[in-house]
């Protein structure tokens, strides 16, 4: 694989990686049904790691456009970027769920379901039938796990609630990025927080089930989620204390904790948690012993209030050396590092090589590398199955739930599908 990007073809990025498919026993899921009315990020990535463990995930998506990530960009051969990512091992039904026929081919469908997940805007399952008070009485062992930016109560219930609004209003922004700029972490990480809270909230409804046999309500807020995450820089806060400052990729409260140069003009990320690491960092590192019992840098508390002092000692101590020279001495002397990657880099990740961390899926464009899930069972096979083009399951579907090929047809000239 050359730097300009991800492997082409079938095979997984050099280095190895191990077969993932669908058909290699059972899995945690398999027997479980989910369906989704799901767009964006935070309830396709949801719903992928169900997939992954074999559930069946049927994905209704509006018919001619689908769901609204498949246009984010063009990036893997045409596909966007984020579909591929959340949407392998699914299946596309086309349905344009406010049609008039598009009620009783939900209602089959949810007869079917163990999981029906929805992020769509505030109120509009509700609209539909799909909240969980109306379907718990005929579906009780039902499990249903709402998304939504601020939950289905209070005063910011109805606000659009993208992943960058919610980084900002649950104070993430406010201590990410330079003393003069705020900065968005540069992945979804409010989607991803939901997405993840969503999934391990239905595997814990799944198991509940399983002992009483009824399902229940998961309401999920992208705000709550983040604001979990937060819980350090809110405690550093607490009864009024400052918080954390804004200081780009260091360590707010640690030093030294972040990036420095080394003279090639590579950047070395480098991490002391305690006054033992100090000393054997002084000594070994940039080998000034005598700075260890600089009364400046005594503690944490006093580098972290010096920090712009010492940055400027290890950058000169750094300046004669290569990034290679750095990252070596401080492996040598057992200091926390790390390279500062890029993405070309992260694909030819030797760690993630060595591992067999990559396979394949298919794509509507092909075959593309995925990184198996990570953290599973070590007896599991995930899934990895294709990500699906847009309404590639719908006549299959259709057929399944008792319709036939003129009733399909009726539907599809009717615009329902």
């Given at each position: 694989?050359s730097?300009?990007?991800?492997?082409?073809?079938?095979?997984?990025p050099?280095g190895?990686?191990?077969?993932?498919?669908?058909?290699?026993?059972?899995?945690?899921?398999?027997?479980?049904?989910?369906?989704?009315?799901?767009?964006?990020?935070?309830?396709?990535?949801?719903?992928?790691?169900?997939?992954?463990?074999?559930?069946?995930?049927?994905?209704?998506?509006?018919?001619?456009?689908?769901?609204?990530?498949?246009?984010?960009?063009?990036?893997?051969?045409?596909?966007?970027s984020?579909f591929?990512?959340?949407?392998?091992s699914?299946?596309?039904?086309?349905?344009?769920?406010?049609?008039?026929d598009?009620?009783?081919?939900?209602?089959?469908?949810?007869?079917?379901?163990?999981?029906?997940v929805?992020?769509?805007?505030?109120?509009?399952?509700?609209?539909?039938?799909?909240?969980?008070?109306?379907?718990?009485?005929?579906?009780?062992?039902l499990?249903?796990?709402?998304?939504?930016?601020?939950?289905?109560?209070?005063?910011?219930?109805?606000?659009?609630?993208?992943?960058?609004?919610i980084?900002?209003?649950?104070?993430?922004?406010?201590i990410?990025?330079?003393?003069?700029?705020?900065a968005?972490?540069?992945?979804?990480?409010?989607?991803?927080?939901?997405?993840?809270?969503?999934?391990?909230?239905?595997?814990?409804?799944?198991?509940?089930?399983?002992?009483?046999?009824?399902?229940?309500?998961?309401?999920?807020a992208?705000?709550?989620?983040?604001?979990?995450w937060?819980?350090?820089?809110?405690?550093?806060?607490?009864?009024?204390?400052?918080?954390?400052?804004?200081?780009?990729?260091?360590?707010?409260?640690?030093?030294?904790?972040?990036?420095?140069?080394?003279?090639?003009?590579?950047?070395?990320?480098?991490g002391?948690?305690?006054?033992?690491?100090?000393?054997?960092?002084?000594?070994?590192?940039i080998?000034?012993?005598?700075?260890?019992?600089?009364?400046?840098f005594?503690?944490?508390?006093?580098?972290?209030?010096?920090?712009?002092?010492?940055?400027?000692?290890?950058?000169?101590?750094?300046?004669?050396?290569?990034?290679?020279?750095?990252?070596?001495?401080?492996?040598?002397?057992?200091?926390?590092?790390?390279?500062?990657?890029?993405?070309?880099?992260?694909w030819?990740?030797?760690?993630?090589?060595?591992?067999?961390?990559?396979?394949?899926?298919?794509?509507?464009?092909?075959?593309?590398?995925a990184?198996?899930?990570?953290?599973?069972?070590?007896?599991?096979?995930?899934?990895?199955?294709?990500?699906p083009?847009?309404?590639q399951?719908?006549?299959?579907?259709?057929?399944?739930?008792?319709?036939d090929?003129?009733?399909?047809?009726?539907?599809?000239?009717?615009?329902?599908?």
């Amino acid at each position: 694989m050359s730097a300009a990007g991800p492997p082409q073809g079938a095979r997984p990025p050099e280095g190895g990686g191990r077969e993932a498919t669908s058909g290699g026993g059972i899995l945690p899921l398999d027997g479980i049904t989910v369906v989704t009315l799901e767009h964006a990020v935070a309830g396709p990535f949801c719903t992928r790691q169900l997939a992954d463990l074999g559930a069946r995930v049927i994905k209704i998506e509006r018919p001619g456009s689908g769901d609204f990530a498949r246009g984010y960009d063009e990036r893997v051969r045409g596909l966007a970027s984020h579909f591929v990512w959340t949407n392998r091992s699914k299946e596309s039904l086309t349905l344009d769920v406010k049609h008039p026929d598009a009620a009783a081919i939900v209602a089959r469908l949810i007869d079917k379901a163990d999981v029906l997940v929805q992020n769509l805007a505030p109120g509009a399952a509700a609209r539909l039938g799909l909240a969980y008070d109306a379907l718990e009485k005929t579906h009780p062992g039902l499990i249903v796990c709402d998304i939504s930016g601020y939950g289905d109560s209070g005063p910011y219930r109805d606000k659009k609630a993208y992943d960058l609004l919610i980084q900002s209003e649950s104070g993430f922004l406010s201590i990410t990025g330079t003393p003069d700029d705020p900065a968005k972490a540069g992945c979804s990480i409010a989607d991803i927080s939901a997405g993840m809270y969503a999934y391990s909230s239905i595997l814990a409804a799944l198991i509940a089930r399983g002992r009483t046999g009824r399902g229940c309500r998961i309401d999920v807020a992208l705000l709550e989620t983040m604001v979990e995450w937060m819980s350090y820089p809110l405690y550093y806060a607490h009864d009024g204390a400052p918080p954390p400052p804004r200081t780009g990729a260091a360590h707010a409260t640690i030093y030294p904790y972040g990036p420095f140069p080394a003279g090639d003009g590579k950047i070395v990320m480098l991490g002391l948690q305690n006054e033992r690491e100090w000393t054997v960092f002084c000594e070994k590192v940039i080998r000034n012993a005598a700075l260890a019992a600089d009364p400046r840098f005594a503690s944490n508390s006093r580098r972290t209030t010096a920090r712009e002092e010492l940055r400027a000692i290890i950058v000169d101590a750094f300046k004669g050396l290569t990034a290679a020279e750095v990252v070596a001495r401080l492996d040598a002397a057992g200091i926390a590092n790390a390279r500062m990657n890029d993405m070309h880099e992260v694909w030819e990740h030797a760690q993630l090589k060595a591992r067999g961390r990559w396979t394949t899926v298919e794509t509507p464009a092909g075959a593309i590398a995925a990184l198996l899930p990570p953290a599973l069972p070590g007896d599991v096979t995930p899934r990895m199955d294709p990500v699906p083009a847009l309404g590639q399951h719908t006549d299959a579907i259709l057929r399944e739930l008792g319709y036939d090929e003129r009733a399909i047809e009726r539907l599809r000239a009717g615009g329902a599908i």
